[in-house]
Every structure is written in C-alpha cells, then in structure tokens.
C-alpha cells in the first residue's frame, strides 16, 4: 500500500494552461479578436448587419452572393475561433431567416464550405455552439473597470435586441463566476495526489461557494432576458437540425455531403463547467440524460473536453473521502453535491419561466407585437431534448450522491 502512495506522488499534478484554459478567465476565450482579416470582409459585412438582414428577410440573398473563400489566411487560434463564430451565426440567420415553417434545407457551398473547413481545423461541428454564442462572442469596453454587464458587450447578434444581449452576457457572467470553482477542481486533485487534506478541505469549500455564485450570477436572467422575446424571437437561432420536428432530415452542407447532416443546436449542457463538477464530485447520470451530456462534449473546444477526461482519469475524490473518515471532508463534499443540485433546481425554475410558461403565453395570446412562436420545439432545448424531465432527472441523480454521514 505504501508502495502505491509513492507512485501517486509522482503523477504530474493538473494545470489549466495545458487545456488552453485561463487563469482569468477559465473556459471563455480570453481577448477576443473582433477583425478578421481584409481577405474576410465579405463575412464581416454580412455578421455585423445580422439582425438587420434577418428581419428585412435580405440575408439569404445576401449569403448567396458571397464569395467562395477558403481559411487559408487566418492566422493563430483566435482568428479561427472569431470565423467559426460569424460562419456559425449567418448559418443560424440562413437556416432560420423565415421561421420554423420555411427553413432553408442546403446550405449553399459558399457558406458550407469554409464553415466545414474552420470546424475541422477546431475540431468543432459545422452548427453554432456554446462556445460560439457566449465563450468568443464578448468583449471589455474599459479593461480598467470591475467585470460586470455594464462593463461588457457582444461582437455579434442576431434579432432579439436587448434580451439577446442580456441572454449572451448573463452566460459569460455564469461562465466568469465557475472560475474560482474550476480553480478548486485543479487544487482538489492535486490534493489527492499530494495526499494533503488541509488543502483538500479548502479546495471543497472554494468549489461549494462558487457553486452558490453561478447560481446567483444566472438569477441576473430575471433582469436583462424577457420571456416572451427568448421564446419567440430568440429561441428558433439557437436551435438545430436534429431531433428537430421542423428540419427533421437534417440540413445539407452544398459541396461537403450529398446526404443532410444532423447536428444538434445550442445548449447550456455544451459548458464544459458542470461537466468538469459532476465528474470531480462522482455523479452518476441516467442512462438517457448520461448519453445526452457526453455526446455535447463534442460540441466543445478539444482542449476543454480534454480536461473533463482528465478530471474523469484523476484518483476518485468520493473514494478518497470514504476511505479517509474525515468527519469535515465528508461535510464538505456533501455541501458541494447539494450546493449543484440547488443551481440545478434553479435551472429549472429559469428553464419553466422562460420556455414553459412562456409557451403557454405565447398559446394564449391573440395579438402581438412578436412573430409567431415556434411550435417544433415548443416542449424542447434548443439542443433537441425533453427539457424538464431532463434537467429534473439531472438533478435527482446529483442529490443522489450525497454520502451518509457516519456515526
């Protein structure tokens, strides 16, 4: 036994830095770029006049006079990431520019083919992502002011105004405030591999407080996102083409596939946060729910999904704390588990308020100043699952993992 501790020891400790993830920052890209190259303007045009080509019903026509340009002049990993986002965001606008009853099925190879190309190169799908939307898409307008909504801003929007700007900025608030907790992992797995339970028991109780802020930090939704325009305006851009009643066959990639392709649309579930939580704490999902959030960890940068598997490889921490009978380590673990069951609570309440019953608003409404809700997804995440028996199921397999308290 003592010979095994000797070689724990000697396992290289985590880091942040080797998964391109920031001290600062955590999983959002920090300095993002908000230019791509000269070569590029054709897509630049076409991303900073988005919402303005949706809703005058243009950006069809538009896309379809854009030139075939490959990726050969971006330069360095922010540029690549800076053109999956606008590719991703006029795909979203071409598919979607006339709503949920007259999608666009072939996405012309104008467009196709260098999306393909950069999502190659990134490892990313060809579709609109997590790590599009919030972790590229922000922007500090005075680097020397606190990090707050006022503070920031997005580089680009579809229709949604102000909602959308609240949806997008509230997340990277949410993703800015796991950054203490995704700290807490690194110095938790260290600590087990060092075999030091002060810094353990710190560790945890780092975790379960910046657990509480992200559930705090989402509460700001209520302030900046209103129902009714998430749900009928917003909603239909996030959403993809598989398991999606309106485009039930998938979307075809001119140039890249003569079949249609299925990729499924945005979802809270491609954060790599809660990922990174569930497996340092040991939750165990459904089978169902299970296969869902690990097929999303293909809709993440490589390098974050690498940390997840890392986390994964790491020495259990529930065994660890089983087999330490360390009365405060216990305390603390369990305080962790309930701390990410009660954010997902939260997100339910979030998910019921904004597409819940906002479709049942949205039903009842005779008149409005809103365009005619999407119906295909009426009781789904954009990402294409039954969402509240989802999160619900989520959530109970997480209170399930709080240990018993001995004596």
């Given at each position: 036994?003592?010979?095994?501790?000797?070689?724990?020891?000697?396992?290289p400790?985590?880091?942040?830095?080797?998964?391109?993830i920031?001290e600062?920052?955590?999983?959002?890209?920090?300095?993002?770029?908000?230019?791509?190259?000269?070569?590029y303007?054709?897509?630049?045009?076409?991303?900073?006049?988005?919402?303005?080509?949706?809703?005058?019903?243009?950006?069809?026509?538009?896309?379809?006079?854009?030139?075939?340009l490959?990726?050969?002049f971006?330069?360095?990993?922010r540029?690549?990431?800076?053109?999956?986002?606008v590719?991703?965001?006029?795909t979203?606008?071409?598919?979607w520019?006339?709503g949920?009853?007259?999608?666009?099925?072939?996405?012309?190879?104008?467009?196709?083919?260098?999306?393909?190309?950069?999502?190659?190169?990134?490892g990313l799908?060809?579709?609109?992502?997590?790590?599009?939307l919030v972790?590229?898409?922000?922007?500090?307008?005075?680097?020397?002011?606190?990090?707050?909504?006022?503070?920031l801003?997005?580089?680009?929007s579809f229709?949604g105004?102000?909602?959308?700007?609240?949806?997008?900025?509230?997340?990277?608030?949410v993703?800015?405030?796991?950054?203490?907790?995704?700290?807490?992992?690194?110095q938790?797995v260290n600590?087990?591999?060092?075999?030091s339970?002060?810094?353990?028991?710190?560790a945890?109780?780092?975790l379960?407080?910046?657990?509480?802020?992200?559930?705090?930090?989402l509460?700001?939704?209520?302030?900046?996102?209103?129902?009714?325009?998430f749900?009928?305006?917003?909603?239909?851009?996030?959403?993809?083409?598989k398991d999606?009643?309106?485009?039930?066959?998938?979307l075809?990639?001119?140039?890249?596939s003569?079949?249609?392709?299925k990729?499924?649309g945005?979802?809270a579930?491609q954060?790599?946060?809660?990922h990174?939580?569930d497996?340092?704490?040991?939750?165990?999902?459904?089978?169902?729910s299970?296969?869902?959030?690990?097929?999303?960890r293909?809709?993440?940068?490589?390098?974050?999904k690498?940390?997840?598997?890392?986390?994964?490889?790491?020495?259990?921490?529930?065994g660890h704390?089983?087999?330490?009978?360390?009365?405060?380590?216990?305390t603390?673990y369990?305080?962790c588990?309930?701390?990410?069951?009660?954010?997902?609570?939260?997100?339910?309440?979030?998910?019921?308020?904004y597409?819940?019953t906002?479709?049942?608003k949205?039903?009842s409404?005779k008149?409005?100043?809103?365009p005619e809700?999407?119906?295909?997804?009426?009781?789904r995440?954009?990402?294409?699952t039954?969402?509240?028996?989802f999160?619900?199921?989520?959530?109970?397999?997480t209170l399930?993992?709080?240990?018993p308290?001995?004596?």
């Amino acid at each position: 036994m003592e010979l095994q501790s000797q070689d724990l020891k000697t396992t290289p400790s985590l880091s942040l830095g080797r998964f391109h993830i920031s001290e600062d920052c955590g999983f959002l890209l920090p300095n993002s770029l908000k230019e791509l190259p000269d070569h590029y303007r054709p897509w630049m045009e076409i991303a900073n006049e988005l919402p303005h080509f949706i809703e005058s019903h243009q950006l069809r026509a538009q896309v379809n006079k854009m030139p075939l340009l490959n990726c050969q002049f971006l330069k360095g990993y922010r540029e690549q990431r800076l053109a999956h986002l606008v590719l991703s965001l006029i795909t979203m606008g071409y598919v979607w520019q006339e709503g949920e009853t007259q999608p666009e099925e072939v996405l012309p190879r104008n467009l196709a083919l260098p999306f393909v190309e950069i999502s190659r190169t990134l490892g990313l799908p060809p579709i609109l992502v997590h790590s599009d939307l919030v972790l590229t898409n922000w922007t500090v307008r005075n680097p020397e002011k606190p990090l707050d909504i006022r503070n920031l801003d997005i580089l680009f929007s579809f229709p949604g105004g102000e909602s959308l700007r609240g949806f997008i900025l509230v997340t990277v608030l949410v993703e800015k405030a796991a950054v203490p907790g995704i700290k807490a992992v690194v110095q938790a797995v260290n600590a087990i591999l060092q075999t030091s339970q002060d810094s353990l028991l710190q560790a945890l109780q780092q975790l379960r407080l910046s657990i509480q802020d992200i559930t705090r930090t989402l509460g700001l939704m209520h302030d900046y996102v209103d129902p009714d325009v998430f749900y009928a305006v917003i909603r239909i851009f996030l959403s993809g083409w598989k398991d999606n009643p309106a485009l039930p066959v998938g979307l075809i990639y001119e140039g890249v596939s003569t079949e249609p392709l299925k990729y499924s649309g945005g979802s809270a579930a491609q954060s790599t946060v809660l990922h990174a939580f569930d497996e340092f704490l040991g939750i165990h999902h459904s089978k169902e729910s299970g296969d869902f959030l690990l097929k999303m960890r293909d809709y993440m940068p490589p390098s974050h999904k690498a940390f997840i598997e890392e986390i994964q490889s790491a020495p259990s921490l529930r065994g660890h704390v089983l087999s330490s009978g360390n009365g405060p380590l216990l305390t603390a673990y369990n305080q962790c588990v309930e701390a990410l069951a009660g954010l997902r609570s939260y997100h339910i309440t979030m998910v019921t308020k904004y597409l819940i019953t906002a479709a049942a608003k949205a039903k009842s409404r005779k008149t409005s100043h809103l365009p005619e809700p999407p119906q295909a997804l009426e009781d789904r995440g954009t990402g294409g699952t039954a969402v509240l028996s989802f999160l619900k199921s989520v959530r109970n397999k997480t209170l399930e993992a709080i240990l018993p308290q001995s004596g």
